[in-house]
């Protein structure tokens, strides 16, 4: 599990002063606290954070050496600026049914036979915080020869203690057939004899 350094923050400071100064903000709320804590980070380590971890990963938060658990909720990346506007985390509770995401990825996409197009990129559930799934890697080398599709169904998640909201029967990948080049007939017209 991933862990983030953060330090507790005065709502009155605005948020692009903090960016000027090299934060990025966030809050951390849940429904056994009392209030929403409001939160920065260090840019860098924010950055860092977001290469590894997605919307619905599970992390620790280290609020000036008070270690909470919590799931990333909301992550908001200005690709132009290349900076991280909002970084938004759910505190974790035993028992306590979330909702979350799992990114879905796709390895050894060279080996397959056809034109591979992937459908799904994320699984939404629901579970307790013991039951937060990992991110989930399909390596098509390992598939049954022949397999031209993949459902959410057939990952048998509910196996792992996760109610899945993503609906069953959706794609995760389809393997279409490469276009056959139409070949043109050749055929020569005989001219009529003059």
Not at 84 to 95: E, M, P, R
Not at 172 to 193: N, Q, R, S, V
């Amino acid at each position: 599990m991933m862990t983030l350094a953060a330090e507790k923050r005065d709502p009155e400071v605005k948020a692009k002063k903090l960016r000027r100064e090299g934060y990025t903000t966030g809050v951390l709320y849940g429904r056994e606290m009392k209030e929403n804590v409001a939160l920065k980070y260090a840019e860098k380590d924010a950055l860092s954070f977001i290469k590894k971890a997605k919307e619905g990963a599970q992390t620790m938060l280290d609020i000036s050496g008070e270690k909470v658990d919590a799931l990333v909720k909301n992550i908001d990346y200005d690709p132009l600026s290349k900076k991280i506007l909002a970084l938004d985390f759910q505190a974790l509770v035993a028992g306590e049914v979330v909702a979350a995401t799992v990114p879905v990825t796709f390895l050894n996409e060279e080996v397959v036979q056809g034109v591979f197009e992937p459908e799904i990129t994320e699984i939404h559930y629901k579970a307790d915080p013991a039951h937060l799934l990992d991110p989930i890697e399909i390596d098509l080398a390992k598939l049954p020869q022949g397999t031209k599709t993949l459902y959410v169904k057939d990952l048998k998640l509910e196996e792992k203690g996760v109610t899945v909201t993503t609906t069953a029967d959706s794609q995760l990948f389809h393997i279409g057939e490469y276009a056959k080049a139409e070949e043109e007939d050749e055929e020569t017209e005989e001219k009529p004899a003059k």
